[in-house]
């Protein structure tokens, strides 16, 4: 996958301190990832690089919603999402990402891509069983709702069910209570 240009920053100009990158997110951006869950997606990047000597600290903070289908009635709705995560950029003899907070990057490096670590934000921040608001607070009206609630089992009362068993089993019942 080829990194996107917009999210490269290039820090070795910068001078020591903090810096403000934003960014906004939409469809096109996932479409990059060929993600396809999201109808749509509104979403802003706050990202607070602070340049130090021997180090570079990241603070990523979103927020915004995506348009996502809901799991029970396949309506699509807006999910509100925010999310953070902060990184620690290294430099080090060779490249390595596997501690999930901190990345060693090469001496030389002069830019960072922060594409994937913007991706994953995202897409962890969706709950897994999505839910449409409307289903919650019983105000969506859904053809495939209204199926389910008549599929659904009916559950009857403990006194209907008493009058449908058979009256042999009464006997039995009486083995049980003259302990």
């Known amino acids: 996958m080829k990194p996107l240009k917009e999210f490269t920053i290039p ?6 301190g903090k810096h403000q990158f934003d960014f906004d997110i939409d469809k096109t951006f996932f479409e990059h990832f060929e993600y396809d869950e999201f109808n749509s997606a509104n979403v802003k990047v706050d990202l607070d690089l602070e340049k ?16 996502v289908n809901c799991d029970l009635t396949n309506e ?15 430099f080090g003899e060779t490249y390595n990402d596997e501690n999930i907070d901190i990345l060693i990057v090469p001496h030389g490096t002069y830019e960072i891509n922060i594409q994937q670590y913007i991706y994953e934000l995202v897409v ?3 709950p897994i069983k999505r839910v449409h608001p409307g289903v919650e607070d019983g105000t969506l009206d859904s053809d495939i709702l209204d199926k389910l609630q008549d599929l659904s089992p009916k559950i009857k009362e403990n006194k209907e069910k008493e009058e449908d068993i058979d009256p042999r089993w009464n006997t039995l019942k ?3 209570t003259d302990k």
């Open 52 to 67: 130090k000597s021997t180090l570079l600290e990241l603070h990523f903070k979103i927020s915004g919603h995506v348009n």
């Open 124 to 126: 962890l921040a969706v």
């Open 76 to 90: 699509p709705y807006n999910e509100a999402i925010t999310n953070t995560f902060n990184l620690v950029v290294n």
């Open 174 to 176: 009486k083995l049980l």
């Open 11 to 16: 820090f070795v100009g910068l001078k020591l």
